[in-house]
């Protein structure tokens, strides 16, 4: 039911109305500006009825209140008054009224234009909301997005645009039902990643932009683009997988607000020049625009390290033909083999656990240097027989842990974190890890 606020000194007034719109309306009454000022702090109404003559505070100058508060802004308000003053009623309709009532009430009329007034408000507020959404995907506008990122809390934070590599091939080859398809997935996965689709928008055909506000880190903020890249490849090679014989993959180009700049345009410029970066250095990863000088082993370094949501996702697909951002796919090979065996035994609790070492550039490193054959060795002496490892990645180790909950799982993955402490004279160096349980049944 919806809210009425009346405002009037007059409390015949008041009670007759309420009366009156009672079966029809919660009906809330203030005899005052200043009272309904302060109600309005507690409450929102969806309207607002308005009395012109008032004492202290004409309904004028409440109205002038309401339009310099954005909370109250857009509340629809229908001036009263008793009076046959012309002059007055253009004024309030030219302030922004939806409507005047003369008093004494009449209620079927009263009811009948606040009706009116009440279903014209919806209209526009729903044209409003569809002006500002993506058809296609429900996702914002640029042009929304672009408002987003000009308030307060907006000040700081990475601008991403981002790109399906070989989408054309989608829409040529299986129509534009498809590639609609695949646009709608995506802005769900990007929505679900991010956690508000105020957020992301659509710029235009395959390209999208999200704007992750606040000081973060750059590590946070890898973490999160390589979760969006991950979970958009797997969902849709699921989606396309009965049609297509060719991947779609994602590339991202990322710019700093503010230390790269500030404004909404700059911002966008350099994610695009950072995203052709990607584009013409083999697609399929991410760039910053402030590394653009960063050559082409180090662009590889960077996309090289995964998180455990795209370890799982890569595990569970059983027909692909390459790894994710480079990493060695034979590693992943196995690990499939070892969960497919895993699940095979019924009634069994497995973690997968995802270790990572920190604080040294393990691109520098070979396979055989010293920290991954301790990390190697604390694995090796906290697993029990019939637990698994492999290398995965520059610095990283997936563990299988067998017949174990989450508590024992924990309790093995802080064994080998101590281990490895102990073991390293760098206390710069340190390793972290992500577990999750394995759910379900891969099968062979």
Not at 231 to 256: H, M, P, Q, R, W
Request: some cysteine.
């Amino acid at each position: 039911m919806k809210r009425i606020l009346m405002v009037d000194d007059v409390a015949t007034n008041l009670i007759c109305a309420a009366e009156v719109l009672r079966e029809d309306y919660e009906v809330s009454t203030a005899k005052s500006g200043r009272q309904a000022l302060l109600m309005l702090n507690e409450m929102t109404p969806d309207l607002i009825m308005l009395d012109i003559n008032m004492p202290q505070m004409d309904g004028y100058e409440v109205f002038d209140k309401l339009q310099a508060n954005p909370e109250w802004a857009n509340i629809p308000v229908i001036f009263l008054t008793a009076e046959s003053d012309m002059a007055k009623e253009v004024k309030g309709l030219s302030m922004g009224a939806m409507d005047f009532i003369r008093k004494p009430f009449d209620p079927e009329v009263m009811k009948t234009r606040i009706d009116k007034v009440l279903s014209l408000y919806d209209q526009r507020m729903e044209l409003e909301g569809a002006a500002k959404r993506d058809s296609l995907t429900n996702l914002s506008t640029r042009k929304t997005l672009e408002e987003n990122m000009s308030k307060p809390e907006c000040e700081n934070g990475y601008f991403l645009i981002l790109d399906l590599d070989n989408f054309k091939k989608v829409n040529d080859s299986y129509g534009h039902i498809v590639g609609d398809a695949v646009l709608v997935k995506l802005a769900g996965v990007f929505e679900e990643v991010v956690g508000t689709r105020d957020r992301v928008c659509r710029l235009g055909g395959d390209e999208f932009a999200i704007f992750l506000p606040g000081e973060m880190d750059r590590e946070e903020v890898k973490n999160t683009v390589r979760r969006l890249i991950a979970t958009s490849e797997f969902e849709i090679g699921n989606l396309i997988a009965d049609y297509s014989d060719f991947k779609v993959s994602v590339s991202v180009g990322i710019s700093c607000k503010p230390s790269d700049a500030k404004e909404f345009q700059d911002l966008y410029g350099m994610a695009d020049k950072a995203l052709y970066y990607v584009k013409q250095n083999g697609k399929r990863g991410y760039h910053f625009f402030d590394t653009m000088a960063m050559n082409r082993d180090e662009i590889d370094a960077e996309n090289n390290m995964i998180d455990l949501l795209q370890l799982q996702r890569l595990i569970s697909e059983t027909d692909t033909d390459g790894g994710a951002y480079n990493v060695e796919y034979e590693g992943f090979k196995r690990i499939y083999r070892f969960v497919s065996r895993c699940m095979d035994r019924k009634n069994q609790d497995v973690q997968i656990v995802l270790f990572t070492i920190q604080g040294v550039d393990m691109n520098s490193y070979d396979y055989d240097n010293d920290i991954i054959n301790t990390l190697s060795l604390a694995i090796k002496n906290s697993l029990r027989r019939g637990d698994v490892a492999t290398i995965c990645g520059k610095g990283q180790y997936v563990v299988i842990l067998m017949d174990a909950n989450e508590e024992n799982g924990i309790k093995v993955a802080d064994r080998i974190v101590e281990h490895f402490r102990d073991a390293i004279d760098n206390k710069d160096i340190t390793l972290v890890y992500e577990m999750k349980s394995v759910e379900g049944s891969t099968g062979n």
